[in-house]
């Protein structure tokens, strides 16, 4: 069982600086817009070092860029039936380093005494 939950998080995953795609991934999307491989490959896409297929970014007020296709009103995916592999795998395990540093933030502030407790203060 997974344990964190993406629907309280702001999206930090979708501002990773390069968000990699397979050509598998730009089929998907454009299967789910009706365009053409080369119509979506040329709208969501561009080459980005050694990757033929990175997502396109957006401005974004809290990370400075961020995946095209996320809502950054509401906070989350607007494909997510369609989002890329590396979004269905991610984070690779049980456990998301960005939830667990926010659950440790917010566990710290509701209890002032973890912090000396921790630096042995």
Known sequence: MARYDCSKCPGYCCSYPVI????????R???HF???FAKA????T???GDEPYAMRRKADEHF??????????????TIY???PTICREYPGGKSCGYYD???SERETQEDPTHIASTWNV
């Open 101 to 103: 540093f926010l659950l």
């Open 64 to 77: 400075g860029r961020i995946c095209r296709f996320f809502d950054t009103t509401a906070r989350r995916c």
């Open 34 to 36: 009706s365009l053409t």
């Open 20 to 27: 990699p795609l397979k050509k598998r991934d730009v089929e």
């Open 81 to 83: 039936h369609a989002r």
């Open 46 to 48: 561009k080459v980005d």
């Open 29 to 31: 999307l454009a299967k």
């Open 41 to 44: 490959r040329a709208k969501f």
